[in-house]
């Protein structure tokens, strides 16, 4: 039975726009449609003609003491094409001492462009260990490391007021530990004891009332190349294989997935490679985040 031209005309709007674009753009009747159908569940995006999305990139490839990253130039290629493409100004800074970078995400964090956008990518590449990133010169574990706590506490909404209630990604592309990330299975299992204890605490008393209260940290999403103690793998002319396939995985499903759902889709696609299982870690975000690409 051939289809009325009602249903054509609605099959069609909820596909992509079939062109040349790098990214596939959603519609205007599927944003309208998601918009209408998710309502309060979903974060607020402003109008692409005047917000002011900024996005950034640090990327250390050279080092005085550790091995060059090749193939970590085309990693921040293919990061800043993508982010340019959801409408990102995207900034990116090369090769700094874990100094160096604190001193970067502070600024980027203070910047006025911040108040008048709706969210912002991190994305941080270098070697790592369990609990940061290495800087340019470090040594070994615990010289010249930039710490994972450290990124999310500049960001909080204590330290960075602009992105309140904003989506913020952090993406991390680096080594967390030095095992593989494969094992052999086992049928059995050992019940884990539970010695959870939960503390009440009581709130806070303001005299003046108009003092809102927020949680320190909110609205975040951490997407981590690998788990804890394990590596992350790089291939010297194409890049790493986590950067490779999130950015594909955002090029193909940004237009009518959500952030949280095209991060799992890039989990499931490692099933080809047990090496490596990139995580989402400290993930606040408290409504689903659409990209809307071309809008």
């Not at 998601?34 to 250390?60: F, H, M, V």
């Not at 160096?100 to 980027?108: I, V």
């Not at 994305?123 to 260990?129: A, K």
């Not at 806070?204 to 927020?214: A, C």
Request: aromatic content about 8%; some cysteine; glycine content about 4%.
């Amino acid at each position: 039975m051939t289809p009325s031209p009602t249903a054509q005309t609605s099959a069609a709007q909820a596909q992509p726009a079939q062109c040349e674009e790098w990214v596939q753009k959603c519609p205007l009747a599927e944003v309208q449609r998601i918009k209408n159908s998710e309502g309060n569940e979903i974060y607020d995006t402003l109008d692409p003609k005047t917000r002011t999305r900024l996005a950034l990139i640090i990327c250390n490839i050279e080092f005085h003491y550790l091995k060059r990253r090749d193939g970590a130039e085309k990693d921040v290629e293919n990061m800043k094409k993508l982010l340019k493409e959801l409408g990102y100004k995207v900034e990116v800074k090369c090769n700094l001492t874990s100094q160096d970078m604190a001193e970067t995400l502070k600024q980027f964090a203070a910047r006025n462009e911040h108040q008048t956008s709706d969210s912002t990518f991190l994305v941080l590449m270098s070697h790592g260990v369990k609990d940061g990133l290495c800087g340019t010169d470090s040594r070994d574990e615990s010289t010249d490391i930039l710490l994972n706590d450290s990124i999310f506490s500049t960001f909080n909404n204590k330290n960075c007021k602009a992105l309140v209630r904003k989506p913020k990604v952090i993406i991390i592309q680096a080594c967390r530990g030095k095992s593989e990330g494969r094992t052999f299975m086992s049928d059995s299992a050992g019940s884990p004891s539970d010695d959870t204890s939960f503390t009440v605490l009581s709130p806070e008393e303001y005299e003046d009332d108009s003092v809102e209260q927020v949680h320190i940290e909110s609205d975040f999403i951490g997407f981590y190349s690998t788990t804890p103690d394990t590596l992350a793998w790089r291939n010297c002319n194409t890049g790493s294989i986590f950067i490779t396939r999130l950015t594909e995985y955002l090029r193909k499903h940004a237009w009518n997935c959500p952030l949280e759902e095209i991060f799992r889709k890039v989990q499931n696609s490692f099933d080809d490679f047990p090496r490596q299982m990139p995580t989402k870690e400290r993930t606040t975000l408290k409504k689903k985040f659409y990209l809307f690409p071309g809008h």
